[in-house]
């Protein structure tokens, strides 16, 4: 299949993340990236797109039997979604239980890089340690999933701000996906009486189209969900969605705690959870936020696979800014002081 000349087209996720081999050590993206919001957006690529094609360009340097256990990715410059990104990856370290690897990234010539990220890999290994917080999510959300399977849910918006939301009921348009099938669930019920800091969002998410049998692919496909509307929904957790003047991702962060029989993507059997699906397994972003100052807002995200097991933690340090000047005028102010006054209640700020 030929790649699209629009990264706005529903694509296998195994055709999204294919690379072009320049050498041993350099790679070139085929598929072009989404960019959010299509036309009516802001002209970038999606950072997952880079941040999981860097990762997956690492992968190819490393021996068999190494999978990564974690990436900390660092934006320098928006990505253009015209121009192909150029992958150089550089050998850190291969020792005995773990490898690691930095890739720089860049796209047009003589403007540096766009994206530099550190891949940390290790082999896999058994522990009679595995402690972790005990969570089932139909019980803790009932009040919103209430025996809803995944194709129940409303696929994610292209770009999630509310400007967006009333174009998709009015004109049912919104942009396609590549790679995953994304779900967003409506949290009203949960959040409304919720202070900002409280409030959660969950999207299910599984990929496009089988994946073979190479696991790093697979965990490939979890980095590239991992950014998915990150900075929109903690825009949106603090009823700005509509004020906010700019807004991108800086540092990013993925670590991998489970084995690999937890985070396959392949079809599954089993019915203990509605995320399991003979059409391929679903796995949920459980995504919040709890810090925001200095124009900038921490995203958290555990990632819990179908039998409850918290698979991936995912930390993101984004750029939201309320105002275009280096301090925000008394009109500003009191629209964020506005919004500010009708949050809920909490014990402890």
């Known amino acids: 299949m030929p790649p699209p000349q629009d990264g706005n087209e529903y694509l296998p996720f195994a055709d999204l993340v294919k690379l072009g081999k320049v050498d041993d050590r350099t790679f070139q993206s085929v598929a072009m990236p989404f960019a959010p919001g299509g036309p009516v957006g802001q002209g970038r690529a999606y ?74 890999f ?11 917080e005990k969570v089932d999510l139909w019980s803790k959300y009932e009040d919103v999933l209430n025996g809803k399977k995944p194709d129940d849910i409303q696929e994610c918006p292209g770009m999630d701000v509310p400007w967006y939301w009333r174009r998709r009921r009015e004109t049912g348009l919104n942009d396609a996906f590549p790679g995953l099938t994304a779900r967003k669930v409506d949290m009203q019920l949960y959040n409304k009486s919720r202070h900002p800091l409280d409030r959660r969002q969950l999207i299910l998410y599984r990929t496009l189209g089988d994946l073979p049998d190479d696991p790093n ?67 949920c972003k459980e995504d919040w936020t709890d810090r925001v100052a200095n124009g900038r807002a921490l995203f958290s995200s555990k990632v819990w696979s179908s039998s409850g097991r918290h698979v991936a933690t995912v930390s993101q340090d984004g750029m ?30």
């Open 47 to 120: 950072g997952g797109h880079v941040y999981m094609q860097a990762a997956w360009a690492a992968c190819q340097t490393v021996a068999e039997g190494f999978l990564l256990h974690n990436v900390t990715g660092s934006f320098l410059l928006p990505g253009s979604v015209t121009t192909k990104f150029t992958y150089r990856v550089y050998v850190i370290r291969d020792g005995r239980s773990y490898a690691t690897r930095i890739v720089n990234v860049t796209q047009a010539q003589g403007k540096g890089f766009c994206f530099t990220c550190t891949c940390s």
């Open 122 to 132: 290790k082999r896999p290994e058994d522990s009679p340690l595995d402690v972790q």
């Open 217 to 283: 692919m697979h965990l490939c496909a979890h980095l590239y969900a991992s950014d998915r509307n990150s900075l929109f929904i903690v825009a949106n957790h603090l009823d700005i969605g509509d004020v906010w003047t700019q807004m991108g991702s800086l540092v990013h962060s993925v670590t991998f705690h489970s084995g690999m029989d937890e985070l396959w993507f392949r079809p599954t059997s089993d019915t203990q959870s509605p995320l399991d699906d003979p059409d391929g397994r679903w796995y």
């Open 320 to 349: 939201i800014r309320v105002t275009k000047r280096s301090t925000a005028s008394p009109e500003e102010e009191q629209i964020i002081k506005g919004r500010e006054t009708m949050w809920p209640p909490r014990e402890k700020l």
